[in-house]
């Protein structure tokens, strides 16, 4: 409806700029017919006084008309651009709206999938289910020590003046209600459950709990360098959907366990944009947003098999980085 007025509006302010320059036009033609009379000139035409002084004002009249069309032609273009470019946001906001609602039925149609596939699961036999997650969870501890122990060999020496200084601020959360669920490092989750970060008692990021098919936005402007999906490769149990982008600062950040990925690999974002929707992909042991910080020249993006051909996924890529290119998120978001 907005922009339906808007179109009229425009169309409007049109008219009326087109009857301002058919005025003007009109005046100039009179202005012609008329010639370019001298004072001298003017006094000979005209026998008293009076009769000259009624010429000069009649002069002045015209002249004081066009100028006055003239400026209102020009308030009139100055209101068209305005309304144009009023027209022309509400169209991007239009445009931005559909690309959610789009985004949200796929995190719905999502959802219904999976409680379709939980209801088969618990159709079988609790022992065979059981049978089921420890695999799951043996071939993940495989694929993480895998991929630690590469990391592990990446020769990275950190230049501290490359990046901001720790307890600075410089992004925002990516998520609007802020649960912490897991932090980084040495946390009492890692420390129990070690085989899960390839047998290093630490984890590489933060977990952020929240509902399926939350909004996930860019904490900072950046670059998309790649986007993932883990779970095309069956077998696979990692990241899930991820996203990672660079940011000019120097470091790098990681959005893990998507249902829905927003954004594709070279967009520009804006802080606030939004570029994914939380999800349950991956490993992972309920809906929640993985949040890893990465010194941007220090990560690279790989293929499973380039890491090591036994694992079990492949083609499927993934962010790597050095011990040292892993920063504590917390040093660079605001107090919660």
């Given at each position: 409806?907005?922009?339906?007025?808007?179109?009229?509006?425009?169309?409007?302010?049109?008219?009326?700029?087109?009857?301002?320059?058919?005025?003007?036009?009109?005046?100039?033609?009179?202005?012609?017919?008329?010639?370019?009379?001298?004072?001298?000139?003017?006094?000979?035409?005209?026998?008293?006084?009076?009769?000259?002084?009624?010429?000069?004002?009649?002069?002045?009249?015209?002249?004081?008309?066009?100028?006055?069309?003239?400026?209102?032609?020009?308030?009139?273009?100055?209101?068209?651009?305005?309304?144009?470019?009023?027209?022309?946001?509400?169209?991007?906001?239009?445009?931005?709206?559909q690309n959610q609602y789009k985004d949200q039925n796929t995190v719905l149609s999502n959802n219904h999938k999976e409680r379709s596939s939980l209801l088969e699961v618990t159709k079988s036999e609790e022992k065979n289910y059981q049978r089921l997650l420890a695999e799951k969870q043996e071939a993940k501890e495989q694929i993480i020590k895998e991929?630690?122990?590469?990391?592990?060999?990446?020769?990275?020496?950190?230049?501290?003046?490359?990046?901001?200084?720790?307890?600075?601020?410089?992004?925002?959360?990516?998520?609007?209600?802020?649960?912490?669920?897991?932090?980084?490092?040495?946390?009492?989750?890692?420390?129990?459950?070690?085989?899960?970060?390839?047998?290093?008692?630490?984890?590489?990021?933060?977990?952020?709990?929240?509902?399926?098919?939350?909004?996930?936005?860019?904490?900072?402007?950046?670059?998309?360098?790649?986007?993932?999906?883990?779970?095309?490769?069956?077998?696979?149990?990692?990241?899930?959907?991820?996203?990672?982008?660079?940011?000019?600062?120097?470091?790098?950040?990681?959005?893990?366990?998507?249902?829905?990925?927003?954004?594709?690999?070279?967009?520009?974002?804006?802080?606030?944009?939004?570029?994914?929707?939380?999800?349950?992909?991956?490993?992972?042991?309920?809906?929640?947003?993985?949040?890893?910080?990465?010194?941007?020249?220090?990560?690279?993006?790989?293929?499973?098999?380039e890491i090591k051909t036994v694992t079990s996924c492949g083609p499927a890529s993934t962010p790597v980085a050095a011990t040292e290119a892993y920063m504590d998120p917390m040093d660079y978001l605001p107090p919660v």
């Open positions: 409806m907005e922009i339906n007025k808007l179109i009229l509006e425009i169309s409007r302010t049109e008219s009326d700029i087109d009857k301002n320059k058919d005025a003007i036009a009109e005046i100039i033609r009179a202005q012609y017919k008329a010639g370019d009379v001298s004072l001298v000139e003017l006094l000979l035409q005209n026998e008293n006084f009076s009769d000259l002084l009624g010429m000069i004002e009649a002069h002045e009249s015209v002249q004081n008309s066009m100028a006055m069309k003239v400026n209102e032609l020009t308030s009139l273009h100055k209101l068209l651009d305005e309304k144009k470019e009023a027209s022309t946001k509400k169209r991007g906001d239009l445009v931005s709206l991929l630690r122990d590469f990391e592990a060999k990446i020769q990275f020496i950190l230049d501290p003046n490359t990046i901001p200084g720790r307890g600075t601020a410089v992004f925002a959360w990516p998520l609007k209600n802020v649960i912490i669920t897991q932090y980084f490092g040495g946390t009492e989750f890692a420390k129990r459950n070690s085989g899960a970060y390839g047998g290093r008692a630490y984890h590489p990021g933060i977990d952020l709990g929240t509902a399926r098919g939350t909004t996930i936005y860019a904490p900072l402007a950046g670059t998309v360098r790649a986007t993932g999906n883990t779970d095309l490769v069956p077998g696979c149990y990692s990241w899930g959907k991820w996203t990672l982008i660079d940011h000019a600062n120097g470091l790098s950040t990681l959005y893990a366990h998507q249902d829905v990925i927003s954004v594709s690999p070279g967009q520009k974002v804006n802080t606030g944009d939004v570029i994914g929707y939380t999800g349950n992909t991956g490993f992972s042991t309920g809906p929640h947003l993985h949040f890893t910080v990465y010194v941007t020249k220090g990560v690279s993006v790989r293929q499973f098999n």
